[in-house]
Antibody
């Protein structure tokens, strides 16, 4: 059974940093691209970032480019999102999601970790 | 980027009725790389349909997807009580991946 468990969320001041983690199990982690997708309170889904199975290719939404960095450690079956220069508009529930087969389609999602950016 | 517009914003229906949800893209979606998700309150999204019309693993056959190019439809043939939720379309044919704003299917 695919399991994705996010952690690392919390309250941070504008301009601050936070590192999210996602622990994956139930599938061969390095065979699949992975996503971060976020959802502001009461709002819709916004794709944030994608990383290939080997970690060699990364992609970002324009809204986070230059501030967020996605990475993975395949030896630990773990996905990360380093978030710097945080803004109030980054407040959201951040989901980690597995790609169906590295085509840009999330199929399994974690339960999310909440990031609140507030002074 | 491709903008996806979902309509209606809210659909009020009774159990047993048919639901028809629309997703329109600002430009053609490559290779019909269009997916649909269901999200219930407090839960993560669940993949229903991918490739415009293929059901994901374990999805009941009352859910069906159709369309191509810029116009796509999710149909729920007979609403069950557990189907009342928010539905999102997503395109993954062009970078960046984008989602529609969602359609809420509520009990009338």
């Amino acid at each position: 059974e695919v399991q994705l468990v996010e952690s690392g969320g919390g309250v941070v001041q504008p301009g601050g940093s936070l590192r999210l983690s996602c622990a994956a199990s139930g599938f061969t982690f390095d065979d699949y691209a992975m996503h971060w997708v976020r959802q502001a309170p009461g709002k819709g889904l916004e794709w944030v970032s994608l990383i290939s199975g080997d970690g060699g290719s990364t992609y970002y939404a324009d809204s986070v480019k230059g501030r967020f960095t996605i990475s993975r450690d395949n030896s630990k079956n773990s996905l990360y999102l380093q978030m710097n220069s945080l803004r109030t508009e980054d407040t959201a529930l951040y989901y980690c999601a597995k790609d169906i087969s590295s085509v840009g389609l999330p199929d399994y999602w974690g339960q999310g970790t909440l990031v609140t950016v507030s002074s | 980027e491709i903008v996806l517009t979902q309509s209606p914003g809210t659909l009020s229906l009774s159990p047993g009725e048919r639901a028809t949800l629309s997703c329109r893209a600002s430009q053609s979606v490559s290779s019909s790389y269009l997916a649909w998700y269901q999200q219930k309150p407090g839960q993560a999204p669940r993949l229903l349909i991918y490739g415009a019309s293929s059901r994901a693993t374990g999805i009941p056959d009352r859910f069906s997807g159709s369309g191509s190019g810029t116009d796509f439809t999710l149909t729920i043939s007979r609403l069950e009580p557990e189907d009342f939720a928010v539905y999102y379309c997503q395109q993954y044919g062009s970078s960046p991946v984008t989602f529609g704003g969602g359609t809420k299917v509520e009990i009338k």
